[in-house]
C-alpha cells in the first residue's frame, strides 16, 4: 500500500520545510510513504527547498495557473506514481501533520473513497466571526447541492482512494474543494469526514484577497457544479419562476375578463404569454443540458478507464 503526500506550493519557501516536517514518516498499515510538491510557477525557492529536504517527486509549471490545475496534476502525476492513497495538504502548515493517520483510516479500512478533514472553525482564532459564518454557510449550500453530510466543505485536508482519483474531473479553475465534493457526492462515492486539528497561522491565505472574492468565487462555483450534475432540476427551478408568474397573471386576466368583457387588461394577457414562454423555453434549456450531462457521465466512464489501463500499466511495470 502506497501513500503520496502531495502539496500545492506557490512560493511556499519559507513554510514549506515547516509543512514537510510535520508530515508522518510511517503509518500502520502503509508500506511505503512518498511526498510531492506541485510547484504552481514559484518565483521563490520552493523548489530548491523541496529537493534539499527530500521530495520524491515535483510537478513543475512555468506559470501560475492556480490552486484547482495544481491540485489535478499533482493527482494525475500521484496516480502515475503508483499511489493507492493520495492525500492532499497545504504548504503553510494549516493542517495537522499527525492527523494523516486519522485521515487515512476509513480508506485503510474500506469505509470510504474520499475522506475529507474536518477543522474547528469556531475554535480557530486567526478566522473572522464573518470568515467563520460564511465557512459554515458555504458548507451547508454544498451538503444541499452534493446530498452529502460533509461539515467543511472548503478544507483542503484530504484524502483519496486511488479509484475515486482516477474518476475525479475538477473543471473549475479557482479551487477544487467544493466542486470535487458535489462531484463524489452526485456520483455516489463514499465520502465521509474526520475531525482533525489545525496551526497558527504562518502566513494569510492566498485563496481570495477579500471577503466579497471568496463569496463571489464559491458562490459560482456552487452554482456551476450544481448545474454540470443537476441541470435539469437546475433550470426546472429557474424556469418554474417565470411560469408561475405567466399562470397567476393568466388567471387574474380571466377574472377581469369575467367580470367585465370591456375592461381591457391586454397588458396581462401579454405578459402572461411571455411568462409561460420563458419558462418553457427555460425547460427545454434544461432538458437539452440534461442530455449533454448524460453524453458527460459517459464521457467520464470512458476517461476513467483510459486511466485506470494507463496508470495501472505503469503500476505493474514499477512492480516488475
Known sequence: MKLIIQIPCYNEAETLKIALDALPKAIPGIDVIEYLIINDGSSDDTVAVA???????????RCNKGLAMGFSEGINEALRQGAD????????????????????????EERADI??????????????????????LGSWF????????????????????????????????YTYTLEMIIQAGREK?????????????????RLFHSMT???????????????????LKFFGIIGSIPFLIGVLLGIRYLIYLAVDPTAGHVQSLILAAVMLLTGVQTFVVGLHADLIAANRKMLEEVKYHVKKLEYDEEKEKDKD
Open 213 to 231: 472574492s471568496y463569496i463571489k468565487k464559491s458562490g459560482l462555483t456552487i452554482i456551476r457544479a450544481f448545474m454540470m450534475y443537476k441541470p
Open 142 to 173: 454544498v451538503r444541499v447541492a452534493s446530498h452529502t453530510d460533509i461539515p467543511d466543505a472548503p478544507s483542503g485536508f484530504r484524502a483519496i482512494s486511488r479509484d475515486a482519483a482516477m474518476r475525479l474531473h475538477v473543471i473549475n479553475e
Open 85 to 108: 492513497i493520495i492525500v492532499n495538504t497545504d504548504a503553510d502548515n494549516q493542517y495537522c501533520g499527525e492527523d494523516i493517520v486519522k485521515l487515512v483510516q476509513p480508506i485503510l
Open 189 to 205: 462515492m463514499a465520502i465521509t469526514s474526520v475531525p482533525i486539528r489545525t496551526n497558527a497561522e504562518l502566513r494569510p491565505s
Open 51 to 61: 529537493r534539499e529536504w527530500g521530495v520524491h517527486h515535483i510537478v513543475n509549471f
Open 115 to 136: 475522506v475529507i478533514g474536518e477543522r474547528p472553525i469556531d475554535s480557530i482564532s486567526h478566522f473572522s466571526p464573518i470568515k467563520k459564518k460564511l465557512q459554515h
